[in-house]
């Protein structure tokens, strides 16, 4: 076998269901220790009252932007054939995105911001991407095939 069907062969390919679970459960993984995080500093400063404004901002945040990004990586992945490469669950751009994101977490979390600030900035981030996930956790369920066509969406992508 050729060089190239070895490196092939050790493609962690998946289908487009196991490429679904993998967003939805990044989403909500990543959701869920944003709002822990967040929660964990609001609790530590006695200003637990903040997590209610964190919600209705995180909601606003899901609904106005997270959703469409999260529809438009789903259509993207249900568009894939079978065997993909598992990385593949995000562009490049996404992914260089995702470290930015990192990236400026470590940074808002290392700074001398006020805790208060921190905790309702990573509450809206977490709910957001958390409440976005449903969409990835629907076509899941679903199958890939039921994801309706998204470029007839409103944006004009």
Request: net charge positive.
């Amino acid at each position: 076998m050729s060089t190239a069907g070895n490196i092939l062969r050790l493609k962690p390919g998946a289908s487009r269901s196991a490429h679904l679970l993998v967003s939805a459960s990044i989403w909500t993984v990543v959701g869920i220790m944003l709002m822990l995080r967040g929660g964990v500093w609001l609790a530590s400063v006695g200003s637990l009252w903040l997590l209610f404004p964190a919600f209705i901002l995180g909601m606003g945040k899901s609904l106005l932007i997270l959703d469409n990004s999260a529809k438009k990586s789903i259509y993207r992945i249900v568009r894939f054939q079978d065997g993909r490469c598992l990385g593949a669950v995000y562009s490049v751009k996404t992914w260089l995105l995702v470290l930015l994101m990192m990236t400026a977490g470590c940074l808002l979390r290392n700074s001398s911001l006020p805790k208060e600030f921190l905790g309702v900035f990573y509450v809206t981030v977490g709910w957001g991407l958390f409440f976005s996930s449903r969409h990835a956790w629907r076509t899941w369920w679903r199958g890939a095939d039921y994801f309706p066509d998204t470029t007839t969406d409103n944006n004009g992508s």
